[in-house]
T-cell receptor
Framework: DSGVTQTPKHLITATGQRVTLRCSPR?????VYWYQQSLDQGLQFLIQ???????AKGNILERFSAQQFPDLHSELNLSSLELGDSALYFC?????????????FGSGTQLSVL | QKEVEQDPGPLSVPEGAIVSLNCTYS??????FMWYRQYSRKGPELLMY????GNKEDGRFTAQVDKSSKYISLFIRDSQPSDSATYLC?????????????FGTGTRLQVTL
């Protein structure tokens, strides 16, 4: 168990809908990363937060947004969903904003857009 | 062309075999190289981390980096059924760039009894 908790594990929704994915980092970790994993693209970095502040952005669509709350949990909001948004969404946490060798991943949320 | 290329497999080997997993890359600025293991329905977990060229050994696992050829490898000795998973290579330009980790698409490994 990595100590990173993601909910829900599975999400099935329809095109045009909005969903929220939740992540609780490991105890003591201040940095949260969101990744999207699809079969053809592999793991793609979406966005990083450190201690409540946005730290870095990757290939995140404008329809997607995230935030990190004072208790350090993070939420990824996906809106106007399209079929192509179906993927595994992972959250990872680390102690510092530069911990690229010590990321701990959650078990992911499998999103299916029908 | 992707920055990091990895054969998706699947690669099937008998228990006890030596496994070789490989990635090639195109960005010569990559300096930090990692291997992650991902079991089905789980998140990736870091297996090996190496800087620059050379070998690094940890138990049954050896990571090898050849920067001149832009080629990295992960060797698994005495493979076990519990090694059955997808193995992802990842690399970055430098420290402080976790957000810029570039992953391969993963190689699925099956170790049979």
């Amino acid at each position: 168990d990595s100590g990173v908790t993601q909910t829900p594990k599975h999400l099935i929704t329809a095109t045009g809908q909005r969903v929220t994915l939740r992540c609780s980092p490991r105890s003591g970790d201040l940095s949260v990363y969101w990744y999207q994993q699809s079969l053809d693209q592999g793991l793609q970095f979406l966005i990083q937060y450190y201690n409540g502040e946005e730290r870095a952005k990757g290939n995140i669509l404008e329809r997607f947004s995230a935030q990190q709350f004072p208790d350090l949990h993070s939420e990824l909001n996906l809106s106007s969903l399209e079929l192509g948004d179906s993927a595994l969404y992972f959250c990872a946490s680390g102690k510092s904003p530069v911990d690229n060798e010590k990321l701990f991943f959650g078990s992911g949320t499998q999103l299916s857009v029908l | 062309q992707k920055e990091v290329e990895q054969d998706p497999g699947p690669l099937s080997v008998p228990e006890g075999a030596i496994v070789s997993l490989n990635c090639t890359y195109s960005n010569s600025a990559f300096q930090y190289f990692m291997w992650y293991r991902q079991y089905s329905r789980k998140g990736p977990e870091l297996l090996m981390y190496t800087y620059s060229s050379g070998n690094k050994e940890d138990g049954r696992f050896t990571a090898q980096v050849d920067k001149s050829s832009k080629y990295i490898s992960l060797f698994i000795r005495d493979s076990q059924p519990s090694d059955s998973a997808t193995y992802l290579c990842a690399m970055s330009v430098g420290t402080g760039t976790a957000s810029k980790l570039t992953f391969g698409t993963g190689t699925r490994l099956q170790v049979t009894l």
